[in-house]
């Protein structure tokens, strides 16, 4: 069982930053890719970026490479998303997620995660 809790959502002007934390307990965190999704009111949960278990591989949703950069501290067991250059679009809950990662692969299919935080909203203003 992993437990995964998000933190550093927020209201933040377009053209700001934010960086959102995801914090891993019950499980060593070495052996576990994750991934960042979001979901916007009205729409269907999004795949963000994901960060394979070495830290290696990552891969990112069009929408938003060069924008945002997903990094993992395994010694504090907690994945991060810096997000630069905020756009009103970038609004929505963004959810941590975690699977036991095997390949070494950044995976962006939402339906190979086993394990989901509750979500922190993120809100850009124009």
């Known amino acids: 069982q992993v437990l995964l809790v998000e933190s550093g959502g927020g209201l933040v002007q377009a053209g700001g930053s934010l960086r959102l934390s995801c914090a891993a307990s019950?499980?060593?965190?070495?052996?576990?890719?994750t991934g960042w999704f979001r979901q916007a009111p009205g729409k269907e949960r999004e795949f963000v970026a994901a960060?394979?278990?070495?830290?290696?591989?990552?891969y990112y949703a069009d929408a938003v490479k060069g924008r945002f950069t997903i990094s993992r501290d395994d010694a504090k067991n907690t994945v991060y998303l810096q997000m630069n250059s905020l756009k009103p679009e970038d609004t929505a809950v963004y959810y941590c997620?975690?699977?036991?990662?095997?390949?070494?692969?950044?995976?962006?299919?939402?339906?190979?995660?086993?394990?989901w935080g509750q979500g922190t909203q993120v809100t850009v203003s124009s």
């Open positions: 997620a975690a699977h036991f990662d095997n390949s070494d692969w950044a995976e962006p299919n939402p339906y190979e995660y086993d394990y």
């Open positions: 960060i394979s278990w070495s830290g290696g591989v990552t």
């Open positions: 019950g499980h060593t965190f070495s052996n576990i890719g």
